[in-house]
């Protein structure tokens, strides 16, 4: 009974700083809304607007560490010879343990699911040579990102790109494109982007900013980058778009690749197709819930 209570308590001490800690650190009183100023789409005015987020207080630290000092102490009273009363300060014990958890509201982060059903995710890509310039997209995007709106700097990751999906308006070219020169859709099905970091992350509203490094992987080869995002994280508003209940996260992005670092027709064609490629991304995933 001794260890037990002792272990509960070192535990819960524990857990109730990182928790304070991970969800603030709030120094005041514990809060229920946050206030944040976001743009009007429509009318591009700014105004305040009020999101429901518990964030606890130095009260309810001050409470968790006390429950924890108390449960510690009892550990040092003698030991109790009846079974029931072992069983009642057991039952006490656990029944504290629940109470001061739901009242701490431990956060997790969200995980999106950016397969889309609606087919709207896209990436654009652009060659532009002296000879000609040419644009296409790819749409088969896949993969899982989690994300926690309190600690955006904790993003991970992973997205993947269907080579097949990648289309261009010419058949020909498109031909080329998919064949074992460029491409190789057949050997390479997948292009992947896996999620490392995030530096100078900045929060605007729902809005995120932030220099994501991740590694790419194009015809097998990876090579680590840095790409800037713009997070955008639209609590509740996935019912909007698919009838659900839960989140909607948006991820935009623009960066420029060398098509020579992986190995695609490298140094050759630079006066039909120039050596940068230039990728834009528009997509959003889904955190569904219930």
Not at 132 to 157: C, H, L, M, R, Y
Not at 208 to 228: C, F, N, R, S
Not at 265 to 274: G, H, I, Q, T, Y
């Amino acid at each position: 009974m001794r260890e037990f209570l002792r272990t509960v308590s070192l535990g819960w001490a524990a857990m109730s700083l990182l928790a304070w800690l991970a969800l603030g650190p709030n120094l005041g009183w514990t809060k229920t809304s946050v206030t944040t100023w976001q743009k009007d789409p429509v009318t591009e005015l700014e105004g305040p607007v009020v999101e429901k987020r518990f964030i606890p207080g130095v009260e309810v630290l001050a409470l968790s560490l006390l429950s924890a000092v108390v449960l510690f102490a009892s550990s040092l009273l003698k030991r109790k010879t009846r079974n029931n009363q072992f069983s009642a300060m057991k039952n006490k014990t656990i029944g504290l343990f629940l109470l001061c958890s739901a009242a701490l509201g431990w956060a997790a982060p969200i995980e999106f699911d950016f397969k889309d059903p609606k087919g709207v995710n896209n990436i654009v890509f652009k060659t532009d040579a002296p000879l000609e310039s040419i644009n296409g997209t790819a749409t088969a995007i896949s993969g899982k990102v989690t994300f926690d709106p309190a600690n955006p700097d904790q993003i991970k990751g992973k997205i993947l790109v269907a080579t097949s999906s990648l289309h261009v308006g010419n058949p020909t070219m498109k031909g080329h494109l998919h064949s074992d020169a460029w491409m190789d859709v057949a050997r390479y099905p997948d292009i992947t982007f896996e999620v490392l970091k995030a530096a100078n992350v900045k929060a605007d509203g729902n809005a995120t900013t932030a220099d994501v490094a991740g590694k790419l992987t194009i015809k097998g080869v990876t090579k680590e980058i840095t790409v800037p995002v713009k997070l955008t994280y639209l609590k509740d508003k996935l019912k909007a778009r698919s009838g659900k209940e839960g989140d909607l996260l948006v991820l935009r992005a623009s960066f420029t690749i060398k098509r020579s670092d992986y190995g695609i027709n490298a140094a050759k064609f630079e006066e039909k197709v120039s050596n940068d490629v230039e990728l834009s991304l528009s997509l959003a995933g889904s955190a569904p819930r219930g």
